[in-house]
């Protein structure tokens, strides 16, 4: 069993880990099922397009590795710190995939990320101090919904060509959802409407600024 103060350190490193070393995944990056030879070049505009997409999406995982290691840091429950751990590592491969595509892309990730990651463990930390375990994993549950329904969005917003993107943002969806239903199955509870409206609204802030930034 991990004390309180080796618990604080392992978040310290994993938010440097996160902000400053290229993250390190433990799947594959999923790839298109159209072969090499038969996929379209993708136009400047294309590129351009899909390397916004895609930092935003990056940003959605380095707010989910905050989020992630602040409720694991809160909850006193070592089974669902093991959960929240678990999660989180499945979100670094979301985190690998999106700044690998970046790269092919020739596109950057948000000059914002430390601002980002601050903002998400402050929202994590508060979650779990203020509403425990329960609350704690509802707030997972609206998370990870909320976020599979931007990626869906972003589906259909990715170049039809870009199927390199598309794979990925596929993957990523599945897992969403699958860390919801887990959560769910925890025992998260539905938060009010209030702070459901509130995580929209900073979610919408976040990705409209990412896009450019």
Same mark, same amino acid.
């Given at each position: ?6 618990? #604080?350190?392992?978040?310290?490193? @994993?938010? #440097? ?12 990056t ?11 070049? &993708? ?15 990056? *940003? ?6 905050? &989020?992630?290691?602040?409720?694991? #840091? ?25 700044? /690998? ?17 601050? @903002?998400?463990f ?24 909320q ?21 990925? *943002?596929? /993957? ?42």
């Open positions: 069993m991990l004390s309180p103060t080796d618990r #604080l350190l392992a978040a310290a490193d @994993g938010a #440097l880990r996160t902000l400053c070393a290229p993250p390190q995944a433990a799947r594959p999923p790839q298109p099922g159209v072969p090499p030879e038969a996929q379209v070049a &993708l136009s400047d505009a294309e590129r351009q397009l899909s390397g916004a997409l895609m930092r935003v999406n990056h *940003v959605g995982e380095v707010c989910a590795q905050a &989020l992630y290691t602040a409720q694991a #840091l809160m909850t006193r429950d070592p089974a669902l710190r093991q959960q929240l751990d678990t999660a989180a590592r499945e979100e670094t491969d979301h985190l690998a995939w999106t700044h /690998e595509r970046l790269g092919e892309l020739g596109a950057r990730t948000s000059l914002l990320n430390p601002l980002w990651y601050a @903002g998400a402050g929202i994590g930390v508060l979650a779990g101090k203020l509403g425990g375990d329960r609350l704690n994993l509802g707030f997972v549950v609206e998370t990870e919904r976020v599979e329904a931007h990626l869906a969005r972003h589906l259909d917003r990715l170049p039809a060509a870009d199927a390199a993107s598309r794979a990925i *943002v596929a /993957e990523m969806k599945k897992d969403e959802a699958r860390h919801a239903d887990n959560a769910r199955a925890a025992g998260g509870v539905d938060l009010p409407l209030p702070v459901r409206g509130l995580m929209r609204l900073a979610a919408r802030v976040m990705t409209t600024t990412a896009h450019y930034v």
